[in-house]
């Protein structure tokens, strides 16, 4: 069992910069590959960025290359968003998933894979 705990967001005006964190219990975390996800009112739920376990390998969605990073750090059991650049379309709640990885190298765009999922943190951007 994971469960994750988001923490960071808030009200940020255009330009800024949040950044997001999500950190993890139970020692399955540091073989878990993590994922963010965001979620603006009266739309799907949509991939932001992901890392494997071991933090080599990561994505970001085309909306937010350039501007968001993912990094984690196993020994603080902490998966980070940085945001900059912010834009009023990147509102929402933001919530990080665990997804337990067969390999170091491994991650997924596709909410459906994750198996753990924290309870969101709301990101507002104004103009």
């Known amino acids: 069992q994971v469960r994750l705990v988001e923490s960071g967001g808030g009200l940020e005006e255009t330009g800024g910069s949040l950044r997001l964190s999500c950190t993890g219990s139970?020692?399955?975390?540091?073989?878990?590959?993590m994922g963010w996800f965001r979620q603006a009112p009266g739309k799907e739920r949509e991939f932001v960025a992901a890392?494997?376990?071991?933090?080599?390998?990561?994505a970001c969605a085309d909306s937010v290359k350039g501007r968001f990073t993912i990094y984690r750090d196993n020994f603080k059991n902490t998966v980070y968003l940085q945001m900059s650049s912010l834009k009023v379309e990147d509102t929402g709640v933001y919530y990080c998933?665990?997804?337990?990885?067969?390999?170091?190298?491994?991650?997924?765009?596709?909410?459906?894979?994750?198996?753990?999922w924290g309870q969101g943190t709301q990101v507002t951007v104004s103009s």
């Open positions: 998933a665990a997804d337990i990885a067969s390999s170091d190298t491994y991650y997924s765009t596709r909410a459906s894979a994750y198996d753990y």
């Open positions: 139970g020692v399955i975390f540091r073989r878990s590959s």
């Open positions: 890392i494997s376990w071991s933090g080599g390998t990561t």
